[in-house]
């Protein structure tokens, strides 16, 4: 802030701090969640509280990723589980990115529609490869398919 010459109480009182997940997702009583507030509440009260548990520690975090954290602490005749631990995560967990790129991908051509190099048809031809795995099926189904319909991104 000092070298581009802002103070601390300008940038407090100039605009509003940037809201929390949690602030942004509240909706005061009597009003309507923005679609981008239920489908946030809905990617955080479903694979992504995961992630958040992992990424602040908690118990239910840790759980399914504790064997990795001390593999040498099992019994040497269950040390083989770890193996198969990771082609299980890792089969969970590349279709939750791909998804999340995926998601984010849609909105820019949703709102920017560019054109050029079938980005559309290839909206949709991955999003047909990743609904096969039921938590991209429901970030599909809750939000990218009426907006994919209402934007025109259509495969050709």
Known sequence: ???NGFKEAEVRTGRKLWPTMSRYLSVSPGSTPTPHQEFLKKLTFGFWQEYSGISHATFQGLLPIAVFL???DLPIDDRSLVDNASEEL???HIPRVAAILLCALTEL???FHFD???ID???HEVWNALVTAPEVKELYDSRYAQLMK???I???
Do not use: E, T, Y
């Open 70 to 72: 001390a593999p040498r």
């Open 90 to 92: 890792i089969a969970i």
């Open 154 to 156: 259509h495969a050709v």
């Open 1 to 3: 802030m000092r070298s």
């Open 150 to 152: 209402d934007k025109g």
């Open 109 to 111: 051509q949703a709102h």
């Open 116 to 118: 050029g190099a079938s």
């Open 121 to 123: 048809q290839r909206l």
